[in-house]
T-cell receptor, first 114, second 111 residues
Framework: DADVTQTPRNRITKTGKRIMLECSQTKGHDRMYWYRQDPGLGLRLIYYSFDVKDINKGEISDGYSVSRQAQAKFSLSLESAIPNQTALYFC?????????????FGPGTRLTVL | QKEVEQDPGPLSVPEGAIVSLNCTYSNSAFQYFMWYRQYSRKGPELLMYTYSSGNKEDGRFTAQVDKSSKYISLFIRDSQPSDSATYLCATALYNFNKFYFGSGTKLNVKP
């Protein structure tokens, strides 16, 4: 079984709709992240959480919100989706005891906003 | 200016060729440098990491950092079709609070 899972894997929605992307992990890591990947722009950090009570904005948090429901679960919400939020979204985890803070990525969610 | 710049490619080479992938970065405070490999329809996976300047070798892969010129390189010797993927460089500060990723270089190794 995959250590980091994301649901849904693909989603098509319309402008103005509320969307939630979910991430679960079985690695026991405290740190979780949400990134989006766009062609030519690479991976950009949206939000990160170092434990259940800790939520931090990344470089592109506008239009997004997150919830850390438990150590193993970190969800990303788009309150009112817009077309330029069409992208590939990745959840990642890391272990603070790892000296290199290796990021373990999920398989991604492809989101299309029409 | 982006924190990390990377040529997107694509780069197409014959099997057995030596591949050179490169990135530049802007913040001299970056201390940790990583290369992630991403296969199609998959999430990135850590390939190699280095601390500060110097070389690190792992099998057919060599990561090189030149902090004086803010240049990061990944060399792949005897490239194989299974190396076909997108390679992303990444940097981080000493506290690892955030990673900064390049846009990725797509590599195709032809049999």
């Amino acid at each position: 079984d995959a250590d980091v899972t994301q649901t849904p894997r693909n989603r098509i929605t319309k402008t103005g709709k509320r969307i939630m992307l979910e991430c679960s992990q079985t690695k026991g890591h405290d740190r979780m992240y949400w990134y989006r990947q766009d062609p030519g722009l690479g991976l950009r950090l949206i939000y990160y959480s170092f434990d259940v009570k800790d939520i931090n904005k990344g470089e592109i948090s506008d239009g997004y919100s997150v919830s850390r429901q438990a150590q193993a679960k970190f969800s990303l919400s788009l309150e009112s989706a817009i077309p330029n939020q069409t992208a590939l979204y990745f959840c990642a985890t890391s272990d603070p005891r790892d000296p290199y803070n290796e990021q373990f990525f999920g398989p991604g969610t492809r989101l299309t906003v029409l | 200016q982006k924190e990390v710049e990377q040529d997107p490619g694509p780069l197409s080479v014959p099997e057995g060729a030596i591949v050179s992938l490169n990135c530049t970065y802007s913040n001299s405070a970056f201390q940790y440098f990583m290369w992630y490999r991403q296969y199609s329809r998959k999430g990135p996976e850590l390939l190699m990491y280095t601390y500060s300047s110097g070389n690190k070798e792992d099998g057919r892969f060599t990561a090189q950092v030149d902090k004086s010129s803010k240049y990061i390189s990944l060399f792949i010797r005897d490239s194989q079709p299974s190396d076909s993927a997108t390679y992303l460089c990444a940097t981080a500060l000493y506290n690892f609070n955030k990673f900064y990723f390049g846009s990725g270089t797509k590599l195709n190794v032809k049999p």
